[in-house]
Nanobody, 126 residues
Framework: QVHLVESGGGSVQSGGSLRLSCTAS????????MGWFRQAHGKEREEVAA???????TYAESVKGRFAISRDNTKNTLSLQMNNLKPEDTAMYHC????????????????????WGQGTQVTVSS
């Protein structure tokens, strides 16, 4: 079993920055992929960014050039540096982790993530 806990959310003005963190505990050796998802009020959850155990990353088009995902395998932590935040980035951000190294799309789909955190709220005002 794996337990994920997010932190670092808050309220900022448009153009500001926040850094989200996610700490994993439990059976962390098998966590090959980790990712950040977000869900805005009344909208579907969407993937923001993902990273594999070797550091290869993927981003949603809407955050490319503004967000950076990273992980520290020795500390079992996942981070999301968010710069130039926009009101449309307002959402609950969730950390997720997936077992397994191979997925048909190269990265796990949302339904293929095995573990989820409770989330941390990010609010960006204009």
């Amino acid at each position: 079993q794996v337990h994920l806990v997010e932190s670092g959310g808050g309220s900022v003005q448009s153009g500001g920055s926040l850094r989200l963190s996610c700490t994993a505990s439990g059976y962390t050796e098998g966590l090959y992929f980790m990712g950040w998802f977000r869900q805005a009020h009344g909208k579907e959850r969407e993937e923001v960014a993902a990273i594999d155990k070797d550091g290869k990353t993927t981003y949603a088009e809407s955050v490319k050039g503004r967000f950076a995902i990273s992980r520290d395998n020795t500390k079992n932590t996942l981070s999301l540096q968010m710069n130039n935040l926009k009101p449309e980035d307002t959402a609950m951000y969730h950390c997720a982790a997936a077992l397994g190294e191979y997925y048909s799309g190269g990265y796990p789909a949302e339904s293929e993530y095995n573990y989820w955190g409770q989330g941390t709220q990010v609010t960006v005002s204009s």
